[in-house]
Nanobody
Framework: QVQLVESGGGFVPTGGSLRLSCEAS????????MAWFRRAPGKSREYVAT????????FTPRSVRDRFTISRDNAKNTVYLQMNNLKPEDTAVYYC??????????????????WGQGMQVVVSS
């Protein structure tokens, strides 16, 4: 059974930084595509970063491209999201997601087969 456990969320002032972590178990982590999504109040879930199994391919939408960086450590079964220069509009519940295929690289939520429980990030203005 795949489990994804997120950590590192919380409250941060505008312009601050956070590093989210997602530790995976129950899967061959080094073969999975990993992703971070978020859902802001009143909005649909959107992707913020995806990474291939070998870290050679990463994707981020324009809204966060210069501020968010996804990385992974296959030896630790963990994927990270470094978030810098945070803005109030980054306030959301952040989710880690996984899929054994490369489809998830496109950042479409329905392509993820496993999800974490979600974690709140609040950026105060």
């Amino acid at each position: 059974q795949v489990q994804l456990v997120e950590s590192g969320g919380g409250f941060v002032p505008t312009g601050g930084s956070l590093r989210l972590s997602c530790e995976a178990s129950g899967l061959t982590f080094g073969t999975y595509t990993m992703a971070w999504f978020r859902r802001a109040p009143g909005k649909s879930r959107e992707y913020v970063a995806t990474i291939s199994w070998d870290s050679h391919n990463t994707f981020t939408p324009r809204s966060v491209r210069d501020r968010f960086t996804i990385s992974r450590d296959n030896a630790k079964n963990t994927v990270y999201l470094q978030m810098n220069n945070l803005k109030p509009e980054d306030t959301a519940v952040y989710y880690c997601a996984a899929d054994p295929t490369t489809s998830l690289l496109a950042g479409i939520p329905t392509d993820a087969t496993s999800w974490g429980q979600g974690m709140q990030v609040v950026v105060s203005s």
